[in-house]
């Protein structure tokens, strides 16, 4: 293989391994043979399961979203409810998640590397779209920037890490309308619900 082959390959035998056993009981050795690679090639290339996990978090965190910039603010929640759902979705993802939550309260890095890339992309995302709502006139100038992110991003998160219950069109147009009167918005006619994103 080539060397971003390998490189690829090991990501993606990790993110395999850590829904397989969780954190605790993941290894370099099976990492490495579920990618069909040497232990050396990856210690070449990162120093211990907990460097090869803290870059994966910080790299899924960092993952391709759309552009939010439908115009309204409800049009900005609905596509960026169904990106985010869409993501959380990923069997991998779903068990991945909550076992990950539950060793940062154990493992500080884990725990600092989690707090650092969510935060971060979270402001990024919550924030500008925060930020146009205001300057459209849908939100009120005063509004926090922190808060709103929260209030934002925070049902999602709990209902499928934490609640573990399913993502229903119906309970994401209800979240579109429930964080939009939370946060002030002015009413608007609705908007017609993000098309689902494939893959």
Same mark, same amino acid.
Do not use: C, N
């Given at each position: ?151 934002? /991003? ?21 979240? /579109? ?23």
């Amino acid at each position: 293989m080539l060397r971003d082959e390998i490189t690829t390959a090991i990501r993606r035998a990790l993110m395999q391994e850590l829904a397989a056993v969780g954190y605790g009981r993941l290894s370099i050795e099976a990492v490495a043979r579920r990618a069909g690679v040497s232990k050396t090639a990856i210690y070449r290339r990162w120093s211990s399961k907990l460097d090869l996990v803290v870059e994966i978090v910080a790299a899924a965190a960092h993952g391709k979203l759309p552009v939010l910039d439908t115009g309204t603010l409800r049009g900005d929640l609905a596509l960026l409810f169904q990106a985010v759902a869409h993501a959380l979705r990923h069997p991998l993802a779903s068990q991945i998640i909550p076992d990950l939550l539950a060793e940062a309260a154990r493992t500080p890095a884990i725990d600092e590397t989690l707090r650092q890339v969510l935060h971060a992309r979270q402001q990024e995302i919550g924030g500008r779209l925060v930020s146009r709502a205001v300057q459209r006139g849908e939100l009120p100038a005063d509004t926090d920037p922190d808060t709103a992110v929260d209030l934002i /991003v925070g049902p999602l998160y709990w209902r499928l890490a934490i609640a573990r219950l399913p993502l229903t069109d119906s309970y994401l147009d209800g979240l /579109v309308e429930s964080v939009a009167a939370g946060l002030g918005a002015t009413s608007s006619v609705p908007v017609p619900r993000a098309a689902p994103i494939s893959g």
